[in-house]
């Protein structure tokens, strides 16, 4: 069973950065695809970030493009989200997601780290 546990979330600045980090266990990720999701009060879950476990391509919301990176470390089995020049607007909760590569829904994820950025 896939187990996903973020950590990293609190109370930064607008400008300032963040990285969150999600710690996957439970089986070997190799074929599994890694995304984060956040979701803000009052609003519907959205897409962040995506990347396969493998290496290679990455995928991002265009809200986030070029302040946010998506990275995998193999060795420590965890994905990380580093956050740069974070924005009032990136206020929310930041979940872990996995899903096998290919199509499917995203069947595992974490319980979410929140992320406040003041003005």
């Known amino acids: 069973q896939v187990q996903l546990v973020e950590s990293g979330g609190g109370l930064v600045q607008a400008g300032g950065s963040l990285r969150l980090s999600c710690a996957a266990s439970?089986?070997?990720?190799?074929?599994?695809?890694m995304g984060w999701f956040r979701q803000a009060p009052g609003k519907e879950r959205e897409f962040v970030a995506a990347?396969?476990?493998?290496?290679?391509?990455?995928y991002y919301a265009d809200s986030v493009k070029g302040r946010f990176t998506i990275s995998v470390d193999n060795a420590k089995n965890t994905v990380y989200l580093q956050m740069n020049s974070l924005k009032p607007e990136d206020t929310a909760v930041y979940y872990c997601?996995?899903?096998?590569?290919?199509?499917?829904?995203?069947?595992?994820w974490g319980q979410g780290t929140q992320v406040t950025v003041s003005s």
């Open positions: 997601a996995a899903r096998l590569n290919g199509a499917g829904p995203w069947g595992s």
């Open positions: 439970g089986r070997t990720f190799y074929n599994y695809r």
């Open positions: 990347i396969r476990w493998s290496g290679g391509n990455t």
